[in-house]
Nanobody, 126 residues
Framework: QLIESGGGLVQAGGSLRLSCAAS????????VGWFRQAPGKEREFVATLNWRSRLTQYADSLKGRFAISRDNAKDSIYLQMNNLKPEDTAVYYC?????????????????????WGQGTQVTVSS
C-alpha cells in the first residue's frame, strides 16, 4: 500500500516535499516512481528510483528542480520540488514496480508500474 502526503497550495518559486509511505517490500520492489496528472491531461512521468542501486532518472523538463529519494528506516519515498511553477499544478502519484529477474534500466510509463497511491494535489499559484 502506498499513501502520499505533503501536497498543498504554494506560490510560484516556492518548494514542497511530497512523501509516500510504503509498506516494506524488501527485494520485491524493482523501482519506485512519481507521476503527475493535470486536469484534462494524461498521467506523465516525473522521476524514478531504482530500489537496489538507488540510481535515479527524471523527466527532462524537471531536471534540476525535482529530486526523488528514499528513506529505508521510514519505508518512505520523497519528491523534493523546488522553484515550483504554475504548470507544475497536478495530482501527484507515487508508484511501485514489482521486481522481476529480467528487469534492468529505467521505466517511465505508467502502465509499467503495478502499485499506486491515491494521489496528492499540488497547486502552484502565480
Amino acid at each position: 500500500q502506498l499513501i502520499e502526503s505533503g501536497g498543498g497550495l504554494v506560490q510560484a518559486g516556492g518548494s514542497l516535499r511530497l512523501s509516500c509511505a510504503a509498506s516494506s517490500r524488501g527485494s520485491s520492489v524493482y523501482a519506485v516512481g512519481w507521476f503527475r496528472q493535470a486536469p484534462g491531461k494524461e498521467r506523465e512521468f516525473v522521476a524514478t528510483l531504482n530500489w537496489r542501486s538507488r540510481l535515479t532518472q527524471y523527466a527532462d523538463s524537471l531536471k534540476g528542480r525535482f529530486a526523488i529519494s528514499r528513506d529505508n528506516a521510514k519505508d518512505s519515498i520523497y519528491l523534493q520540488m523546488n522553484n515550483l511553477k504554475p504548470e507544475d499544478t497536478a495530482v501527484y502519484y507515487c508508484a511501485a514496480k514489482r521486481w522481476e529477474p529480467d528487469y534492468e534500466g529505467f521505466y517511465a510509463r505508467p502502465y509499467e508500474y503495478e502499485d499506486w497511491g491515491q494521489g496528492t494535489q499540488v497547486t502552484v499559484s502565480s
